[in-house]
């Protein structure tokens, strides 16, 4: 990549920074909690155990992406019975998705019994993930943030650990978290549409450096307390409600290549709501096809000849039967 597209000179950490201390300051009117680990480390609750609210969702989007995302509400999803979606458009899609928001840092401790995937730029502090050698970015910053998609945020010594893989203090480490069943977990979530997007041209091999610009639309699902139902909504919202376009450069054979294998229609197990496609694999996330991970509806655009090409298709009865059940 070039020095535009590798995120040099940018630091995700930093950008959210300034983020996260506006939602410190506005945690009352957002229905947020703010509080101190004993290991100094800052911990922001969004909708566990308080109610926080759609817009604390929309700003943990733009925290997830490092800051260099923008994400705004939509009354126009392109669903008819769902008007109510998100927005999300970034001028650096390879580092604001894949090197900042996407939940690929695993975070467990045997003794506590603590697991989670950790979101946001404290990844590429860490850059304990392979991903990192592919993307060519690191980050640097004295104080970081992650998010965490649960109910509780990590244990002290786990946030210990964290802060220390970053190579910062915790007291420079701040931890956001929602489940997923709450109104911000439900909306940061939506926030990923693009994010997977850019993770399935990944694993379709599309050179990431031809990936210019991108935006996404999805519907927000109505959150459910039951925990299997809230993912199942959450992830349909994208896989059969969600919209991308991607500006991209290079061979025209490539960027339709690109937009026919990226929506989520393109896998054998499209067609059913998310939450039977989980119960049939006994509940195990690694069971299911990757591929399936992706927006419902895509656009490519190439920059270099003007041509556009487009692929998939909205399937709102599959939402329909997903958010009112």
Known sequence: ??????????????????????????????????????????????????????EAGRRLGEICLG????????????????????MVHTTNPVIACLGSQYAGWSIHDEESGFFALGSGPARALSRVEKLY???????????????????????????????????????????????????????????????????????LHFPLENIVDGYGATPIAPPVPDFIKAMGRTNDAIIYGGRVQLFVRGEDDRAEELAQKLPSRSCDIYGRPFAEIFAAVDGDFYKID????????????????????????????????SFKN
């Open 290 to 321: 990757p591929m399936l991970f992706s927006p419902a509806s895509v656009t490519v655009s190439n920059l270099d000849t003007g041509r556009t090409f487009q692929a998939g298709a909205l399937a709102p009865e599959i939402i329909d039967a």
């Open 133 to 203: 050698e592919e993307l060519g970015y690191a980050d640097q910053s004295g104080c970081t943030s992650i998010v965490i998609e649960g109910d509780n945020p990590p244990p002290d010594a786990v946030a210990e650990n964290i802060a220390k893989a970053c190579g910062i203090s915790p007291s420079g480490l701040t931890v956001l978290f929602a489940p997923t069943g709450s109104l911000a977990g439900t909306a940061q979530i939506a926030a990923r549409v693009l994010e997977v997007a850019m993770h399935k041209a990944h694993e």
């Open 67 to 86: 800051g260099l995302g923008t994400v705004s509400f939509t009354n126009q999803s392109g669903l008819e019975n769902w008007p109510l979606g998100l």
């Open 1 to 54: 990549m070039n020095d535009n597209q590798s995120g040099v000179g940018l630091s995700v950490s930093a950008r959210a920074q300034r983020l996260v201390e506006q939602l410190v300051e506005d945690a009352t009117a957002l229905r947020c909690v703010v509080s101190k680990g004993q290991k100094g480390e800052t911990r922001i609750d969004c909708g566990a155990a308080t109610p926080g609210g759609l």
